[in-house]
């Protein structure tokens, strides 16, 4: 069973910088897409960054030039380290991957738990 365990929420005041990590457990083949998506209370959850299994990354425009995503192939981890943060940032930050099982499965959707993030003075 794989599961994503996120980390390094909390809060910082706007113009700081924070970075989250997702880290894969368990047994599996490999993960190939990894994405970061965020929920503000009240509005619907939206997508911030991908980073493919080719290392090509695409950020949405509202953090594009702030923040940067990356990923550990050896430690199984996504990162998105998040500078000049605004209060707009303000999101449970969730984390998404793709595994594969094992090398003739299918692809599997995992969600991590989220983790908060909150910009404020």
């Known amino acids: 069973q794989v599961q994503l365990v996120e980390s390094g929420g909390g809060l910082v005041q706007p113009g700081g910088s924070l970075r989250l990590s997702c880290a894969a457990a368990?047994?599996?083949?490999?993960?190939?897409?990894m994405d970061w998506y965020r929920q503000a209370p009240g509005k619907p959850r939206e997508w911030v960054a991908t980073?493919?299994?080719?290392?090509?990354?695409n950020y949405a425009d509202s953090v594009k030039g702030r923040f940067t995503i990356s990923r550990d192939n050896v430690k199984n981890t996504a990162y998105l380290q998040m500078n000049s943060l605004k209060l707009e940032d303000t999101a449970v930050y969730y984390c998404?991957?793709?595994?594969?099982?094992?090398?003739?499965?299918?692809?599997?959707?995992?969600w991590g738990q989220g983790t908060l993030v909150t910009v404020s003075l």
């Open positions: 980073i493919t299994a080719d290392i090509s990354t």
């Open positions: 998404k991957a793709v595994v594969k099982p094992s090398p003739d499965s299918r692809y599997l959707e995992v």
């Open positions: 368990g047994s599996f083949f490999s993960i190939g897409g």
